[in-house]
């Protein structure tokens, strides 16, 4: 099940991160998540804004936890100009960000996906270039790329977005 993340579930989900930055490494992507990127002070910040959610297996044990990703609803600033490209779509939207896993569960991108679309019918989302893994689980998701986006240490992003409509 999908829940918003607690402060109690922080050093497992800073795990889980450590995974997801050692996978990329592994898979040829060694420019995303660097400079221990999420770091502590902004998986505090997410939990303390109610933007990050966790996938637990429904157990009370921390170590149940397996995914985890942040879904802030409304404009994010580094959507607001796009590169050799459009968004599809006007109106409200969700960006996911920070998405990771443990490699425990499969289709996470999925799960994900669904809870986010009860909340609202338009998402957006952006990866690196080298990260394969994650452009072909948006591909299969249903997501279509939009363009060229900037985060905010200037590097460079593609970008993608999936509406309900």
């Given at each position: ?7 109690k ?12 930055r ?11 998540w660097?400079?221990?990127?999420p ?14 959610y ?21 404009d ?17 939207y ?17 799960e ?7 909340k609202?019918?338009r ?20 997501f ?21 409509d």
């Amino acid at each position: 099940m999908i829940r918003l993340a607690k402060n109690k579930d922080i050093d497992r989900i800073m795990e889980i991160y450590a995974i997801g930055r050692k996978y990329m490494r592994d898979n040829g992507n060694a420019n995303q998540w660097i400079n221990g990127y999420p770091s502590l002070n902004q998986v505090k910040m997410d939990i303390e804004n109610g933007n990050l959610y966790v996938f637990d297996n429904g157990e009370k044990d921390i170590s149940d936890i397996h995914g985890v990703f942040a879904f802030i609803i409304g404009d994010d600033p580094t959507y607001e100009k796009i590169y050799d490209g459009a968004w599809h779509y006007e109106g409200e939207y969700g960006t996911i960000h920070r998405i990771g896993r443990d490699g425990e569960i499969h289709e996470f991108v999925r799960e994900a996906v669904n809870y986010c679309f009860n909340k609202v019918s338009r998402i957006r989302i952006d990866t690196h270039r080298a990260n394969e893994t994650m452009r072909k689980s948006l591909e299969k998701n249903g997501f279509v790329y939009s363009g060229i986006i900037y985060v905010e240490d200037g590097s460079e992003r593609l970008a993608f977005e999936k509406a309900m409509d």
